[in-house]
Nanobody, 126 residues
Framework: QVQLVESGGGLVQAGGSLRLACAAS????????MGWFRQAPGKEREFVAA????????NYADSVKGRFTISVDNAKNTGYLQMNSLKPEDTAVYYC???????????????????WGQGTQVTVSS
């Protein structure tokens, strides 16, 4: 069984930065692809960013492209989401997700993932 725990959320002013972390336990992080999703009040959970297990391939939602960066540190079993130039519309609960991936694939849909963290709140004030 895999457990994912997010951290790093908080309150920040527009234009600021936050770095979210997703610590995995229960198995080695290598060969597991990772994604970040978010859910704002009254909205469905949406894709934010994804990365292959090797870290060599990434994908981003258009709304965050150029502002957010996803990365993984397999030695630490931890994934990250660096968020810069934050906007009020980035306010949401952010979730990390993981799944086994045999190749250099990334995944962008909710139901592609088998394991989810509990979420961390990010609030951006205007």
């Amino acid at each position: 069984q895999v457990q994912l725990v997010e951290s790093g959320g908080g309150l920040v002013q527009a234009g600021g930065s936050l770095r979210l972390a997703c610590a995995a336990s229960g198995r080695a992080f290598s060969t597991y692809a990772m994604g970040w999703f978010r859910q704002a009040p009254g909205k469905e959970r949406e894709f934010v960013a994804a990365i292959s297990w090797s870290g060599g391939r990434t994908n981003y939602a258009d709304s965050v492209k150029g502002r957010f960066t996803i990365s993984v540190d397999n030695a630490k079993n931890t994934g990250y989401l660096q968020m810069n130039s934050l906007k009020p519309e980035d306010t949401a609960v952010y979730y990390c997700a993981s799944r086994y991936a045999a190749g250099s694939y990334y995944y962008t849909k909710n139901n592609d993932y088998d394991y989810w963290g509990q979420g961390t709140q990010v609030t951006v004030s205007s």
